[in-house]
């Protein structure tokens, strides 16, 4: 074992250099591994042999009376070490057995080996019943292999595939790097499913096991499903419009249903985008040069050498040394040529040859229209490619995916000569396809076209006049699972105190104006007249009397109006569907299931701000008004009109919802956020349903004011219906629609406001939970 020893003297900052101290080293030689023992030329001592150590796994231990053996491994190479022990020092020693062995190198006396360790030191490293041992000296099937995956690789043909596989990618990470390619790592986890199959894994976090099973599911991780990738080619493709030239090796997922080789559930694939290209033949070239840089690698490589020894040994003598020259000729083959190209017309035509002049059968006739087989990719390799690799280019684009571009000169395809795509697939033998490429699609007119000849639901983006979307917003209507409810009663609270402060002296006009019998100082002509004569007689801040009533209590009942609205919406199916299709039911019934539980929290304030707006008002603030309405009334004061405001909100809300959603969905199909959208459906929806239901709003006037009547019959009115009639009896039919003009045009800027205000704070947690 070589020990370097380096000292560092402190020196003085006018000592110009540092001085070093020299190594001191033992005359014990310490490979890294066996293939390094067994590669290395002898090096003889004047003992007669080399003084090594090195560590392994056993392999096998043959105890003798005089003398024992041992065969050391460490998967560096096939090749194994045969150590030669005294019976002491193979007492504790078993199969399987981890051992650091010190001896000298010496020339073997036996035969299978020219060298062996004479044991002078042996260490047990990690100890091992041979008798309990899975791996045992027989053969072991892969399906008994893969329930061992800790031990499995311990076998020598498994190691010899893990350094062959970490030689390719070493080989190609160079090759690359040489033709000035750049290694990207795209995401594992994504939306896409670029193969168009759908048979992708969906990534979900672990279930809880103590979640009941007719609980509610669980929410989705991201704030939509995502899948294991497919394959990166979406990826690479915008990569490659940032460096031109990129490439990667990553694991693929395919959920098939499909127990053989061909069709694996986990794999690494390599693929590679070149931009700024108009020629098939430039990618074939890459993808040529590729096999050929790793065929030479694999011809001077140790590994190399390594795997065609092994195709001799797992075989016959005759068997072997057959497997061993093919698998060496195919290697050379790849760097020879002569790599033809073919069209897939003339491949076709070659295999329906071969039929004709009975060379060979096939199980499927080859035909233009149904690809190739994997029958008729063999035999092409096999005789186009004399036993190597052979291009296959220009398929039909009835047979290839829709993005690829037409082949170099055509336009269209006619009946003699349909329609080629610029396309490639290389063919081995055994093997059959190896590889593929193509020219992509990039004209958005010829691919939109494509994608329709293909039966392909374009994206409503691409549709003309529509406007691109940052992607963060789209699906905007339908609020994504994982959508707080905090959040959804922040944005509530947020367009609630908005709504009903911005618009709140023109609801104190409405108010004043619906007053049966008011006094004679406040009777008024119209809004205008109403608005003046206010201001001037009790002042300009009378018209916001009362607002902080407004703000304390619109706050909370607007939280709870939107989360309800979005709850139910979400569980009657007014999400579901594209962002265009309407669901009138889903609407209304949200309405009035969040007006419900809204209003009992607003009506008491909606009580003390009726009683501030009144001309003469005695009450002075928010807690003054309710403590001597509770004096004097009770608690009952607060929720006298709670009926009657059920009656008018429930059809109200129901019918601005149904409206506010229709509007919308005609005005904005995609669903996406839109300014304009959100104010104009909210003020016309607002209207329309004020209108409709200015009586009972009229009517609820009444009883939240009749506290303050001089009248006797209407301060002791109650109930919904002897207001009504008490209306009708004074006033007729005209006295249900008091206000009418300034309840319109207190509603549709007021909800305006609102949704404008809510679908604002909505975007908002929105996009800053796509932002996270």
Known sequence: ??????????????????????????????????????????????????????????????????????????????????????PEQATSLSTGAAVSVTGQWVPSLGKGQTHELQAEKVELLGDNDAATN????????????????????????????????????????????????????????????????????????????????????EEHFFQSPKYLTVSSQLHLEALAQSVGRVWTLSPTFRAEKSDTTRHLSEFYMLEAELAFTDRLDDVMDVVEGMLRHIARDLQSSYVGK??????????????????????????????????????????????????????????????????????????????????????????????????MAPSAGTVIGT???????????????????????????????????????????????SEPGAEPSDGSLQCYEALPPNFSLTANMLAGAFAGIAEHSVMYPIDLLKTRMQVVNPSPSAVYSGI?????????????????????????GAGPAHAVYFASYEAVKHHLGGNEGESGDHHPFAAAASGAAATITSDALMNPFDVIKQRMQLHGSIYKSVPHCAREVFRNEGLS???????????????????????????????????????????????LAGGFAAGLTTPLDVIKTLLQTRGNAVDPELRNVSGLWEAARLLHRREGWKGYFRGLKPRIITTMPS?????????????FFLARGEGR
């Not at 040859?353 to 060979?360: F, I, N, R």
């Open 1 to 86: 074992m070589t020990r370097s020893l380096l000292r560092l003297r402190p020196l003085a900052l006018r000592e110009p250099v540092t001085r070093l101290c020299w190594a001191r080293c033992s005359s014990t030689f310490a490979p890294r591994a066996v293939a390094a023992l067994l590669n290395r030329p002898p090096q003889p001592s004047s003992s007669g042999g080399e003084a090594v150590a090195i560590n392994g796994f056993l392999r096998s231990v043959r105890k003798q009376k005089r003398v024992a053996f041992a065969v050391l491994g460490d998967g560096s190479s096939l090749q194994t070490v045969q150590v030669v022990l005294t």
């Open 134 to 217: 899975p791996l045992q000296k027989k053969y072991q099937t892969n399906d008994f292999l893969r329930t061992i995956p800790h031990l499995r690789s311990r076998l020598p043909i498994n190691s010899l595939l893990l350094r062959l596989r970490s030689q390719v990618t070493a080989g190609l990470t160079s090759y690359f790097l040489n033709q000035d390619f750049v290694q990207v790592h795209p995401p594992i986890i994504t939306s896409s499913d670029c193969e168009g199959a759908g048979e992708v894994f969906t990534v979900a976090p672990g279930s809880d096991p103590s979640r009941k099973p007719d609980s509610k599911p």
């Open 306 to 403: 390594e795997l065609l020894e092994a195709r001799t040994s797992d075989t016959g003598a005759d068997e072997g040394a057959v497997s061993h020259t093919v698998l060496a000729q195919r290697w050379q083959g790849l760097v020879d040529g002569p790599w033809p190209r073919i069209t897939f017309a003339e491949a076709i035509q070659r295999l329906q040859d071969a039929v004709t002049q009975k060379k060979t059968k096939f199980e499927f006739t080859p035909a233009y229209d149904d690809g190739l087989q994997t029958e008729h990719e063999r035999y092409l390799a096999e005789t186009v490619g004399q036993g190597g690799p052979v291009f296959v280019t220009d398929y039909p684009r009835s047979v290839k995916p829709f993005y």
């Open 415 to 461: 009946q003699d000569a349909p329609a080629t795509v610029a396309c490639f697939d290389l063919l081995v033998p055994e093997v059959c396809e190896l590889a593929g490429g193509s020219m992509r699609e990039h004209r958005l007119s010829e691919l939109e076209q494509s994608m329709d000849e293909h039966g392909l639901q374009r994206s409503k983006l």
């Open 528 to 552: 205008s007249n109403a608005m003046i004569t206010i201001s001037r007689v009790e002042g300009f801040r009378t018209l916001w009397r009362g607002i902080s009533s407004v703000v304390l």
């Open 637 to 683: 004061a607060f929720y006298v009109s709670y009926p009657t405001t059920l009656c008018m909100t429930v059809p109200f809300t129901a019918l601005q919802f149904m409206a506010y959603e229709s509007i919308s969905k005609v005005m904005n199909p995609r669903g996406s956020y839109d300014p304009t959208t959100h104010c104009t459906a909210g003020a």
């Open 751 to 763: 909800t305006a406001i609102c949704w404008s205000a809510y679908e604002m704070a909505k975007a």
